[in-house]
């Protein structure tokens, strides 16, 4: 088991069958992210970036290969262990943000606490800390559609800090705000990374996003294209 | 760490904390769910009451009366309706919050909480629709029969009685709630999270 890296991706392969034709969404991927690391996935729409973040994320599973989280191998948890990895060990982020819209940006911060098992107050407490911490004190009890664009993607980030996961997952994190916006996103998820050492994995066409990452993989037809250091 | 910690949970009363802030806030859909169950529970509590109340008054001394048992036709047919119409309608919720169930996936939620979220909700709905219902039935069921029997007649029916009937209408009204819930929640909680996010309303 390695201590080093906490995600390795050994020949992941996925095919789908869409009509009737194989389309090979990932072809033979190795890779080794070590624990702290901010690497960006690069490449056009259809080169696998989002198929790739599906299975680190635990969400789908290879056709051939394995990925290993924290040296396990995710394909052989059961239905608990895969939920609590999601839980725990990941935090997502989205293009869209993704916020539930019934609930206030404090609910939602706090529902990854729920699934935790955290007493009710406990993660209430913690999201409003995050709230504060990611600038949005003064608008816990806002529904998602009374916040901005850039505010509902840093309540996504504070709802993906709850559980204190070891990997933050962003696909395309600025990819629906503006530059400014985006800008700021980028500095919140790059000072994360610096200052509680998590391990950043971010699909993006955004250029000040890949500056500040420590590795850049180009991804293209499923395959890494190339790699490079930041 | 211990496999043994390593474990998702949803207690019930974060399941209700949940199931209540979605009703509130999609009043007008849990409104009408609310309602239709509402509507054919009275119908059905109505003829339960208009039975007791001819009862008590025969045994008090008044003339032979009964409901016709055609009614009970009408009314089993008026349940049915109105649980097709809660399957409906959770239903069309669950293509509504797609993505959200997605999004829970994500976050650590198991199918199993997702069935329990709708079944809290379904719950929750066939109480407050159970216990209009069961005012609107007693009510009708008084002024059709009240002409007849006096309406002081509700009072005379023995305490344990009414009890009893309050208790089947509730029970009655919550059951088929949640029956109706069952196959739209069990729907919601097979989605695939990759399917779910790329989901597009």
Redo the contacts between chains.
């Keep these: 088991m390695s201590f080093n890296n906490v995600i390795e991706l050994k020949g992941l392969k996925r095919y789908y069958e869409i009509g009737g034709e194989a389309v090979k969404a990932l072809d033979g991927v190795d890779l080794e992210i070590g624990r702290g690391e901010y690497v960006s996935f690069v490449g056009p729409s259809g080169s696998g970036k989002t198929t790739l973040f599906n299975m680190i994320g635990g969400l789908d599973r290879p056709t051939e290969g394995s990925v290993l989280i924290d040296g396990v191998d995710i394909s052989k948890l059961d239905a608990y262990e895969l939920a609590w990895l999601r839980c725990r060990r990941i935090g997502y982020i989205f293009q869209n943000f993704n916020l539930i819209t019934v609930l206030t940006a404090l609910e939602n911060v706090a529902l990854p606490t729920v699934f935790a098992g955290m007493p009710h107050d406990e993660g209430i407490k913690k999201a409003q800390e995050l709230l504060e911490s990611v600038g949005l004190g003064a608008r816990l009890h806002h529904k998602p559609t009374q916040l901005s664009a850039g505010q509902q993607q840093r309540v996504a980030i504070a709802r993906a800090l709850a559980n204190d996961p070891a990997i933050i997952l962003a696909d395309e994190p600025t990819g629906n705000l503006d530059l400014n916006t985006g800008t700021e996103i980028i500095d919140l998820l790059h000072g994360l990374n610096k200052t509680r050492g998590l391990t950043l994995v971010a699909a993006t066409h955004d250029l000040k996003m890949i500056k500040v990452s420590d590795r850049v993989v180009w991804m293209r037809d499923g395959s890494i294209e190339k790699i490079e250091r930041g | 760490m211990a496999?043994g910690e390593?474990?998702?949970?949803?207690?019930y009363?974060?399941a209700f904390?949940?199931g209540y802030?979605?009703l509130i806030?999609?009043l007008d859909r849990s409104l009408l769910n609310v309602a239709s169950i509402a509507l054919g529970l009275s119908f059905y509590t109505s003829l339960l009451h208009m039975d007791t109340f001819y009862y008590t008054y025969t045994a008090l001394g008044g003339a032979s009366l009964n409901v016709e048992a055609t009614y009970y036709w009408l009314v089993t047919i008026a349940l049915a309706v109105s649980v097709v119409g809660i399957t409906n309608a959770m239903l069309i919720s669950v293509q509504e919050r797609v993505?959200?169930i997605?999004?829970?996936?994500?976050?650590?939620?198991?199918?199993q909480?997702i069935v329990l979220l709708f079944l809290v909700e379904a719950l929750l709905q066939g109480l407050v629709g159970g216990i209009i219902g069961y005012i609107v039935g007693v009510v009708a069921a008084l002024i059709t029969t009240g002409g007849t029997t006096g309406y002081d007649i509700l009072l005379k029916v023995p305490a344990v009685q009414s009890l009893t009937l309050f208790a089947t209408s509730l029970t009655i009204a919550v059951t088929l709630s949640t029956a109706a819930t069952i196959y739209p929640a069990y729907r919601a909680s097979k989605l695939d999270?990759?399917e779910a996010?790329r989901y597009e309303l």
């Design positions: 496999a390593r474990r998702v949970n949803l207690g009363a974060e904390r949940l802030n979605q806030r999609r993505k959200e997605g999004t829970m996936k994500c976050l650590g939620a198991m199918n909480h999270p990759v996010l």
